[in-house]
């Protein structure tokens, strides 16, 4: 019997989504380990944790400049030292969690428990397999800190295989399987009943609006995109959801409800059925986190990017650009122009959708799971 610890954070989604995605694939296809995930700052303090939490999602949202100084700051410099210190510190009390458990196997999703945990093998803690699962399309130095000891690296593309490359880690280690992902997005699915469930005309081009979930990200530049694609691209019909984000629900429906437009324009606060509404979607606009472009991209969906967190997302939506699968509406840009051009010049979809077996990594959580079982 295998025992594996999986560890996330929960600094945005995709990190909890990652963990789960690799938790529930073991679990229904290697009946002979005992696994056990962990949110390693809750474990350690949840007062911490709530509060680390806050700070994260008020600067990404009311101060992003700032958070984009925290996360350049973290790679290099005084930050960068801090940052790494605490981990040391918090790493005693996580190593409760290790002695107890005695996993054969830690993953991480998040680079805070990557951290701790190598610093516990470091210094003789602990002798267990470490792999660290990066979320993102581009690497960042937090992740990589006492990456002697780390056995597994998991990465989204080759870019960022020679980027790891390049700093010093072993080839042998480095394996570009993508963004782990929950297997309902290699469903095959009856896309008539798609349409129907969603009252959608299979005839039109359909459009997936991701609204920021509950951070609401760039409200009113995300209020004037939607505004702006009902109004110019009248024979587009429009799946938005808004998540957890109350005020951009209402937004939503009082724009829909002004232009007359709820035959073609539908609003949902919540829905379990991305992998299948992604199914039926000609393109997807979203802002860039690791997990909703990498589930776009294996559904076959090219990307229209809006409101970047500053730092990580960033980095995610010029990766996509510069491989041609997006289309980044930056800050300054003329919002109703690019989406006039996108509506003339519908080759253009087609064009970046010819780019997207070049990075859709479908198999990315089976691949990670079996890497793993295999050598442990």
């Known amino acids: 019997m295998k025992k594996i610890l999986i560890f996330y954070g929960a600094y945005g989604g995709g990190h909890l989504s990652a963990a789960r995605s690799i938790k529930n694939y073991l679990e229904a296809n290697y009946k002979d380990c005992e696994i056990l995930m962990l949110d390693c700052v809750e474990y350690i303090n949840k007062y911490l944790n709530k509060i680390s939490t806050t700070a994260y999602k008020e600067m990404a949202k009311k101060a992003p400049w700032i958070w984009k100084k925290v996360y350049n700051n973290s790679e290099h410099g005084a930050l960068a030292k801090i940052s790494t210190t605490s981990n040391k510190l918090m790493s005693r009390k996580l190593n ?14 998040h680079p805070f428990s990557n951290q701790m945990c190598t610093n516990l093998k470091k210094n003789k803690k602990i002798k267990c397999k470490i792999a660290t699962v990066l979320t993102d399309m581009a690497p960042h130095s937090q992740w990589i800190i006492n990456s002697e000891y780390i056995d597994y690296f998991f990465v989204s593309n080759r870019e960022m295989r020679e980027a790891l490359s390049d700093s010093g880690i072993a080839d042998f280690k480095i394996f570009v399987t993508g963004i782990p992902l929950s297997e309902k997005f290699k469903y095959t699915f009856d896309l008539d009943s798609i349409y129907n469930d969603f009252e959608l005309d299979k005839n039109k081009t359909t459009v997936l609006f991701f609204a920021g979930g509950e951070f609401g990200l ?34 939503f429906k009082n724009l829909v409800d002004s232009y007359g437009v709820s035959d073609r324009v539908k609003v949902l606060e ?35 990017l809006i409101n970047p967190i500053p730092g990580q997302e960033e980095e995610n939506a010029e990766f ?35 780019n997207i077996p070049n990075l859709a990594k479908p198999n990315s959580t089976k691949n990670i799971c079996d890497i793993l079982m295999d050598t442990i």
């Open 96 to 109: 409760t969690i290790l002695q107890e458990f005695s996993p054969d196997l830690v993953i991480s999703t």
């Open 218 to 251: 760039g409200r009113k530049r995300t209020s004037l995109v939607f505004r702006a694609l009902i109004r110019l691209c009248k024979n587009y019909q429009i799946v938005a959801i808004s998540g957890k984000n109350k005020k951009m629900y209402l937004k």
């Open 270 to 304: 919540f829905t379990d059925k991305v992998p299948e509404l992604m199914a039926i979607s000609n393109f997807v606009i979203t802002k860039p986190g690791g997990l909703t472009t990498s589930e776009a991209l294996v559904s076959g969906d090219p990307l229209i």
């Open 320 to 354: 996509l650009v510069r491989n041609n699968v997006a289309i980044w509406i930056k800050k300054e840009d003329n919002i109703a122009r690019i989406l006039k051009n996108i509506y003339r010049h519908p080759e253009k979809i087609e064009e970046m959708k010819k």
